[in-house]
């Protein structure tokens, strides 16, 4: 395999408890802790491995979003990625336009594996992987917890429902990861260094010239209702009989 | 009228119940007619399963050899071929529907509306954002097709009685050779189904070992209710991956929940949030499980369990 291209999305770290604007506009980002998106870590720590084992040259990192993406993507290549790409687009665009976008880059690249998250865990949409498959009109492997590759396919096990399913799919390919598939390494301090040097490219959304996708409009940003804190009781006897009382035994 | 083809989710003999509760978001859609598409390599037994859904107006089967197995690059052209008689095409969260809508979505031109948590109007719905620490109302465009999921943990099966007429229809989609199946290993169980139980125990990383989850199946067995688990758990290998309860995991709504050795990380609330009563067991009275339960007892698991399980049986 010659190259494989791995989605980066910058994200609010997910220990960061995300709270509601309190007008209602959205959600508190000033100020908040961002990361790498954690199921992009993992896809691209997937992709070192697989170069690392000699089954591929070279590792691409791709964000879409603002110039601030560049710290993630830096992160990425101190991890390990050859290069990254910026597209940089305005807030918020779509999942179907970022589809449209990554498939722009797959044509300049011919990857011969795409391997994104599963999921960002700002919007949890859950999408892009599986638009970008369609677009390419390629296969998709949702939900990896294990991929082989051996030449022109790739076995993988997904986490489903049920169980465990293992698909076999030709390549090129988009495989979205979940979160048993590795556990993506640290970075040192030297590689930092490192990535500082390697190529970061960045281009507008506009030069890649998608068509505009129908967008579907966010109108109001509500809290969650909150569960009230219940009652506390002081061994099994107090809680057998919490348990009568609400009729549940 | 509105035009609603719901994706049937099911094994080859058994309709999933996720469909049933698509069925009960699909009826809040003002004047839906809702269809059930079934794909399978032999449909009449979905079929007459998703006929009978109160409320469902008429169910289309298609017949192949190459939808036994459910996936996605299979089934998304055919689905949208299907999908050009309707207004809206509606699928389950769950990892069939996730990783089936989008593909269908995107061969449509449309972005997705995912996890629809209540319809309000016929075009503008809720849905969770940030694992459920937001709840956000999108409107979607009038001029073309809605694609959507439903999250399953927040509507309720509709019955079953009815006797919807059954069609068989052709699709001339092209089915792609790219993407085969190999196989599906299950943990074969005789416990309520996690997804549908009306009673779950769940255990996390206190429990310390596989051996030692034995007491919470004990106490499950005893309360006739389904088990979960934490994802530190499963990560530890104490259980197999599709007992993980949360934001990626499963997202569940049982009237009885109870969370063992777990400590709440906002993850795993994610999961449980929809569920009638919750009770906390675990030995740190600071633990962010209690801030959310309905019922709490600081103690230790490995005494209170059994403890539990006896006072039960
Ligand atoms: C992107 C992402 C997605 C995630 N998705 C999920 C998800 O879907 N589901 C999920 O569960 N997690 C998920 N997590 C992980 C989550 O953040 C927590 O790490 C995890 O839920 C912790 O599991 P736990 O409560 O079992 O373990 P811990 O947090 O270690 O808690 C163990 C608890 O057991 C208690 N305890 C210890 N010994 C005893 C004893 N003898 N008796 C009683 N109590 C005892 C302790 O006081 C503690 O509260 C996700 C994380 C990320 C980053
Ligand atoms: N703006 C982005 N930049 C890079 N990758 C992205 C972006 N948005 C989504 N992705 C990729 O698509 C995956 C699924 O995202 P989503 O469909 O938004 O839940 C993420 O885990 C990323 O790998």
Known sequence: MEKILVGLKRVVDYNVRVRVKSDGSGVETDGVKMSINPFDEIALEEALRIRERGEAAEVIVISMGSSDAQQQLRTGLAMGADRAILVETPEGIDPLSRARALLKIIERESPDLVLLGKQAIDDDNNQTGQMLAALWGRPQATFASKIGTAGDTATVTREVDAGLETIEIDLPAVITTDLRLNEPRYVKLPDIMKAKKKPLDTLSVEDLSIDPAPVLEETAYAPPEQRARGIMVDDVAGLVAALKDKGLI | MAKVLLVAEHDGDTLNPSTAKCARCAADIESAEIHVAVFAEEPSAVAA?????????????????????????????????????????????????????????????????????????????????????????????????????????????????????????????????????????????????????????????????????????????????????????????????????????????????????????????????????????????????????????????????????????
């Not at chain 2, 990892?95 to 809508?101: A, N, S």
């Not at chain 2, 049982?254 to 400590?263: C, F, H, V």
Request: proline share 5%; glycine share 8%.
């Open chain 2, 49 to 313: 399963q998703a006929a009978a859904l109160d409320g469902v107006a008429k169910v289309l089967t298609v017949a192949n050899a190459a939808n036994a197995r459910p996936l996605a690059a299979v089934m998304a052209p055919q689905l949208v071929e299907l999908a050009a008689d309707y207004d809206y095409v509606l699928g389950p969260s769950t990892t069939f529907g996730k990783d089936l809508m989008p593909r269908v979505a995107a061969l449509l031109g449309v972005n997705q509306i995912s996890d629809i948590m209540s319809v309000e109007g016929p075009l503008t719905f809720k849905r969770p954002i940030y694992a459920g620490n937001a709840i956000v109302t999108v409107t979607a465009p009038a001029d073309s097709k809605l694609v959507a999921t439903v999250r399953t943990a927040s509507y309720s099966a509709v019955a079953s009685g009815d006797s919807a007429p059954v069609e068989s229809v052709d699709v001339e989609a092209e089915i792609p050779g790219h993407t085969r199946f190999v196989e599906l290993q299950t943990g074969s169980s005789d416990r309520p189904d996690l997804q549908t139980a009306a009673r779950v125990v769940s255990g996390g990383r206190a429990l310390a070992s596989s051996e030692n989850f034995d007491i919470i199946y004990k106490l499950a067995d005893t309360m006739g209710a389904g088990v979960g688990a934490s994802r530190a758990a499963v990560d530890a290998g104490y259980v197999p991956n599709e007992m993980q309860v949360g934001q990626t995991g499963k997202i569940i709504a049982p009237d009885l929940y109870l969370a063992i050795g777990i400590s709440g990380a906002i993850q795993h609330l994610t999961g449980i949030k929809d569920a009638g009563t919750i009770v906390a067991i675990n030995k740190d009275e600071e633990a962010p499980i209690f801030e959310v339960a309905d019922i709490g007892l600081v103690g230790d698991l490995f005494n209170v369990v059994p403890e539990l399980t006896e006072a039960l049986s």
